[in-house]
């Protein structure tokens, strides 16, 4: 069973940057695509973004061109780079990983605990 721990969230004010990162454990990390996901109070679940096995990345239309997914197989670690962070960006953030992408895509199966991201001046 992979193990994703989440870190890197806070407070930022409107129109800053914040960059979240993901670690997982128990698995062959550079086999598997990997992906966050947000959610927002009193909202569904959603996908923001993930990488590929071989470094192809998708993104949702309302973070493309401000967010970027990136991963270091050498650290089991997956990044989202955050900027021009707006009010409605506020959420938890959560990573997941599978060996398909269309696995995260559908409905991951694994999740880390989270990590909240708070855009307010």
């Known amino acids: 069973q992979v193990q994703l721990v989440e870190s890197g969230g806070g407070l930022v004010q409107p129109g800053g940057s914040l960059s979240v990162s993901c670690v997982a454990s128990?698995?062959?990390?550079?086999?598997?695509?990997v992906g966050w996901y947000r959610q927002a109070p009193g909202k569904r679940r959603e996908l923001v973004a993930f990488?590929?096995?071989?470094?192809?990345?998708n993104y949702a239309d309302s973070v493309k061109g401000r967010f970027t997914i990136s991963r270091d197989n050498a650290k089991n670690t997956v990044y989202l780079q955050m900027n021009n962070l707006q009010p409605e960006d506020t959420a938890v953030y959560y990573c997941?990983?599978?060996?398909?992408?269309?696995?995260?895509?559908?409905?991951?199966?694994?999740w880390g605990q989270g990590t909240q991201v708070t855009v307010s001046s």
């Open positions: 128990r698995i062959t990390f550079s086999s598997y695509a």
């Open positions: 997941t990983a599978d060996r398909l992408y269309e696995t995260i895509v559908a409905g991951p199966r694994s």
């Open positions: 990488i590929t096995f071989d470094g192809r990345t």
